[in-house]
Every structure is written in C-alpha cells, then in structure tokens.
C-alpha cells in the first residue's frame, strides 16, 4: 500500500519505556534472608520512539513476548508508561486535565486479540455497545436503541439482535461487536491488537476487509498489531519491527518487505516464507527470545545473531535512518570503530 497524503503527526510516543515489577512475597521476603533476591522486573518496552500520522496505517510486528501489546497499550493510555510521553497532534496527553482529557481520549480506541474474552457475557450488546457514548455524553439514552443500530449496521451485523448476549454470537460476529464498541466513541485512532488472532480463517479475510472499508470511510489511523506478516503487508501503510521492547527496523511496507534490513527482519521474513530461499545469506531465527526479566546486554538481539560482533554484546546500536524512510538498529550499517 503506498503511505496517505496525511503527514501530521497524529500520536507521537518519545522515549517511552513500561517496566512491570512484581513484589515479593511473604515467603520470599524471607528467603531474602538467606539469598539476597530483589524484586522481579520486566522490561516490556525500552525506549520506544514512534510518529503516526493521521490517516496512516502503520504494523507492528514481532515474536510472541516482545511488547507489541504492551505499546499498544501504552499508545493509547490503558498503561501509564515508566518513563517517556505520548502527544497527540503535539500536545503531551498526560498535560491535558478535566473534559478536555476524557474528549482527546476517546480520540484513542482498542480493538482486543480475543472478542470472546474483551466482551461482558454479562451485558447485552446494545449496552456493550452503547453504553460508553451515552456515559461520556455523545448521545442521549433515548437515543441510545437508533444509535446502537447504526454501528451494527456499520460493521455488518443485524440490528435485531443487539438484545443478544456474547455467547450467542459466532466468533466473527463477536470481532464485529468488539470493533463497533470502538467505533461508537467516533475515534480518530484505533490499536487494533491481533484481531484476526482468535478467528477461523475463513472469517479473516472478511474482518480484515471491513477494517480497510472502515478505515476510508471514516479517515481512521490504525497501529495494527499482529504475527501474521501477510496481513501487516496488505493492510499497512508503514511496518515496525519490534524485539524484545525494542523498535529495530521500520519503514515502508513494500520497500521493508522487498529489502529487509535488520538480521532479524530477514529472519522473521525468512520464517515466513517470503524471501526467496536461493537468496538467503543468513541463518534463520535460532533459539527463543530471551527472558524480559534478564534481557541481553547491548543489541538484544546478539544471542541469536549470525552476524553478532563483540561490540553487538558492549552496547545497543542506535535505531538510525538508513535510507529516506528506512530506520534500523544494527551496527552493520555503521562503519567498524
């Protein structure tokens, strides 16, 4: 796909990190006695740039455990980051206070990996639905039957049956659900988290159609997360490539998919079948992705480097343009010294 004509920055994340540490408990206070053990800490995201412009959809990929969900998360305000902030169309988020701060964050949405668990069994869709427009004041509760029909509509899905509970809907239908929830606080921005993840393949293709639809319709800007690299190349305008918290290569989606940079792009690219076998020059991911308890010292990627260097184990490479578009971290594109 070939990147909008929007180029305002939309969402901007600076230097934003999440640590989540876990207390010890009673038994291991103790133990501390005889083993000195500090508090457990995972580093899930360190360090993470990222500019989205408006109107643009931009991938984000990665191994199981690197902190894709966890940036989502952080981008639009469901977790408080460690350090760093988020602007949005350059005004710091956290700076903004009372009404103004509820109306800019509904402008950020989320659309979870599995419907089945992100939607209340307890609640029927007309409220699973409306609910969140008529608490923040956008309509009013009279309005509230019309209004949950049209988003039902919007996503495909019957009217009739917004008197219905989760459970009694096919797991497509569920997504649609979880993606009208979403779509009933007009948001300019939406995190979809692997939504397709937890649906029948057949069912894939038709929820990935609808976000493209709705994405023009409505001039949506995703940060669409997934591990399906088919997916992230149809739907994405641009694509980051994310190991173990850390951004280590982004740019356009054909050129990224065409010209991979990064030994672990190529990697990861590899795995998937879309690079040519003949043309590798390099082995394919080997081993798993270290512990965010105990992430490696300098690139976090040398363990499982072909082409580690000492330097790789001194210090982290520094996430740098490489062409016009084009950002890796690897210390192969810099000259030795």
Not at 100 to 125: W, Y
Not at 130 to 158: S, W
Not at 294 to 315: D, L, S, W
Request: hydrophobic share 40%; proline share 8%.
């Amino acid at each position: 796909m070939n990147r909008p004509a929007q180029t305002a920055a939309l969402l901007e994340l600076r230097g934003v990190s999440k640590r989540f540490v876990r207390p010890l408990d009673v038994t291991e206070r103790l133990a501390r006695l005889a083993v000195a053990r500090g508090e457990e800490v995972v580093h899930a995201v360190d360090r993470v740039d990222v500019v989205i412009a408006e109107g643009e959809a931009v991938g984000l990929v990665g191994e199981s455990g690197c902190g894709k969900s966890t940036l989502g998360r952080l981008a639009v305000g469901l977790l408080a980051p460690s350090e760093g902030e988020r602007l949005w169309r350059g005004a710091p988020l956290e700076a903004l206070d009372g009404p103004t701060s509820r109306e800019q964050q509904l402008k950020l949405q989320m659309i979870f990996q599995d419907p089945h668990a992100s939607l209340n069994p307890r609640m029927r869709v007309l409220d699973i639905v409306g609910e969140a427009p008529v608490v923040h004041g956008l309509i009013g509760r009279r309005q509230q039957i019309e209004y949950v029909g049209l988003q039902l509509n919007r996503v495909g899905l019957d009217p009739t049956l917004m008197r219905r509970f989760p459970h009694q809907f096919s797991g497509g239908q569920r997504a649609r659900i979880g993606i009208a929830r979403a779509l009933a606080v007009k948001p300019e921005f939406l995190v979809c988290d692997e939504p397709l993840a937890a649906l029948d393949v057949s069912i894939q293709a038709q929820v990935l159609n609808l976000l493209m639809d709705l994405r023009a319709a409505l001039n949506l800007t995703y940060l669409f997360i997934s591990h399906d690299l088919g997916v992230v190349r149809h739907i994405s305008d641009r694509v980051l490539i994310m190991y173990l918290g850390r951004i280590v290569e982004s740019g356009l989606a054909d050129e990224l998919f065409a010209a991979p940079n990064h030994p672990y792009t190529q990697a990861l690219l590899a795995e998937a079948g879309t690079v040519e076998p003949r043309k590798r020059s390099f082995v394919p991911i080997r081993g798993e992705i270290p512990s965010p308890l105990a992430p490696p010292a300098g690139c976090h990627f040398h363990p499982r480097c072909p082409h580690a260097m000492p330097r790789c184990r001194e210090r982290a490479p520094e996430l740098r343009e490489i062409a016009p578009g084009r950002m890796s971290a690897c210390f192969l594109n810099e000259p030795e010294g």
